[in-house]
């Protein structure tokens, strides 16, 4: 990577450790970075205080990016198609969605990073050779136009760097909109990101472009809704970081669903959620064992749904498995958190609560690197594999061999979500179930409240 030509990855992991969920800081860190690489030789702290100074450029456009308007949220406006599309083994469709062939599509969550990591990820997708290819959000540091040529479309902006490419399924390909990607407002993921994803139209064709930041997949048994917990996850600068300001509503972002949504689920996808069993995706974590919980989305679906979903988000960095738990006022749903995508994971952590307390059954908790005394664990992503009303899910980290961590099993039986079968198929001991049941994390009793376990 030393010669005059070579390239190396946009960011490394070093790069990314110990970054805050913060605007601010993610603005700060990408100036940083830009600045004081730590791929180039070291300088003595004051030449680089000095260099940093001399180079405020990094305010004034946060100020200008968080002081500045949202982009337009886009709907499907009379787009004939209303943003619900087939989940099929192959296009064209024509009519067809009984199909009882195989249907893959892969997840990812919190990939978008150009790290070697992130590459890694992808070419495992891509060898997975996917239908359809969905990133659950974020886009880092700050998700501006730069970031999104060259971590997701592969685009490099300078010389020397090796761009990263979101793998592309062969029937359509998606992403959600992070709170990262809403630190710059969202114009770049809304006018340089999606325009280059969504549907095709059949083999071989380019896509048509994701006209919005949701979307549904359906076929005869399932239904895949995909919402926008990013849009509202930005409340007002400053002001979102103090501890009881931030629970004002409009002050600090809540992660609701915005009102273009809810409409849609009204008048477009209500029909289709009858006699199918739900998957949800989201960016943001509906419960947690670790972190703050964003349960607002789920009390708003409480008008559609009352039945146990499947629901899988990012937002953490990590890699978490949940039993059947509800927020007050929310729906019942099996939480499964796929953060570890692309930014340093985060492990050693304690869960908040008890075994037999927590809805939480495993999470990985292997050490992948340790970074100046900072131990990190393993990237990953998950494999779907549609049979008909079979669903085997598979759990996967970047590994060249051996790399299957763990698999379930579920059915559909019309709206019914039935799990079948959950195995653990590492035998490593710190990909740990916490839960003394495995199977808790696939039945439908004990079902835990959001409140009851405090998380």
Not at 244 to 267: D, H, M, T
Request: net charge positive; glycine share 10%; with cysteine.
């Amino acid at each position: 990577m030393n010669g005059a030509n070579s390239t190396e990855y946009k960011h490394k992991l070093e790069d990314l450790l110990n970054l805050r969920r913060s605007a601010w800081h993610s603005y700060l860190r990408a100036a940083r970075t830009e600045r004081f690489s730590w791929r180039r030789a070291p300088k003595p702290f004051h030449h680089q205080l000095k260099a940093f100074l001399n180079d405020m450029t990094w305010v004034f456009i946060y100020l200008e990016h968080r002081f500045g308007r949202r982009h337009r949220f886009q709907d499907y406006g009379h787009d004939p198609s209303r943003g619900i599309y087939p989940l099929v083994p192959r296009l064209p469709v024509n009519g067809d969605l009984h199909g009882e062939d195989e249907i893959r599509v892969s997840l990812a969550g919190d990939w978008g990073t150009g790290t070697s990591e992130s590459n890694r990820v992808a070419n495992h997708i891509r060898e997975f050779d996917p239908h359809y290819t969905i990133h659950l959000g974020d886009i880092y540091f700050v998700g501006g136009s730069d970031e999104v040529e060259e971590n997701c479309l592969g685009n490099p902006q300078g010389k020397n760097i090796h761009a990263v490419t979101w793998p592309k399924g062969s029937h359509g390909s998606f992403a959600l909109n992070g709170n990262h990607e809403m630190y710059a407002n969202g114009h770049a993921y809304f006018d340089h990101l999606l325009p280059r994803l969504g549907m095709r139209l059949g083999p071989g064709m380019e896509a048509i472009g994701q006209r919005a930041s949701y979307f549904a997949l359906k076929n005869r048994y399932w239904v895949i809704v995909s919402l926008d917990t990013g849009y509202n996850s930005v409340g007002l600068p400053i002001l979102e970081r103090i501890p009881y300001l931030k629970k004002v509503p409009y002050v600090g972002g809540n992660c609701s669903l915005p009102p273009a949504i809810i409409r849609w689920l009204r008048e477009d996808v209500r029909p289709h959620l009858e006699g199918r069993s739900v998957i949800i995706l989201t960016h943001h974590q509906y419960y947690s064992a670790f972190e703050d919980s964003f349960p607002e989305a789920g009390r708003q679906l409480r008008e559609f749904i009352s039945r146990p979903v499947l629901w899988f988000w990012g937002h953490e960095h990590r890699l978490a498995i949940y039993g059947l738990c509800q927020a007050k006022g929310g729906i019942p749903a099996y939480g499964r958190c796929l953060g570890h995508g692309g930014m340093p994971v985060t492990i050693r952590a304690k869960p908040r609560c008890k075994p037999e307390q927590s809805p939480l059954v495993v999470y990985d908790d292997r050490e992948y690197r340790n970074i100046s005394g900072t131990p990190v664990g393993y990237n990953g992503y998950v494999n779907l594999i549609f049979t008909g009303p079979l669903l085997r899910i598979e759990y996967r980290d970047i590994r060249e061999r051996d790399n299957l961590l763990m698999t379930e099993t579920w059915e559909a039986r019309g709206e019914e979500l039935v799990g079948r079968d959950i195995r653990i198929q590492t035998s490593e001991k710190d990909f740990r179930q916490y839960h003394p049941d495995l199977h808790c994390a696939i039945k439908t009793t004990p079902q835990f409240e959001l409140e009851r376990v405090s998380v």
